[in-house]
């Protein structure tokens, strides 16, 4: 999956309540991008908490130096 995959899949972990799925996330975008695609590309690379954290500060915005120090931040869904 492309750099635009990855933001979608992002996009997808901050807007959904409840399981996150790949079948979920194919669901929501037509089958544009299958579950089978979904799930190589998160068995490419062990993503953790700290790769989601740099994609939501981009989303948010979050520039803070203090924050920018920081190696991992706790996240609260």
């Keep these: 999956m492309k750099k635009a995959d990855l933001d979608l899949y992002t996009d997808y972990l901050l807007s ?4 996150a799925t790949a079948t ?4 929501m975008v037509d089958g ?8 190589r590309f998160l068995s ?15 989303w ?3 520039t803070s130096p ?3 120090r920081m190696q ?6």
């Design 66 to 68: 203090s924050l920018n």
């Design 16 to 19: 959904t309540f409840g399981a």
């Design 32 to 39: 544009d991008v299958s579950h089978d695609q979904i799930t």
């Design 72 to 77: 991992c931040c706790p996240m609260v869904f």
């Design 60 to 62: 948010s915005g979050i």
């Design 24 to 27: 979920g996330l194919s669901a």
């Design 44 to 58: 490419a690379q062990e993503y953790t908490s700290k790769d989601l954290w740099h994609q939501v500060r981009m």
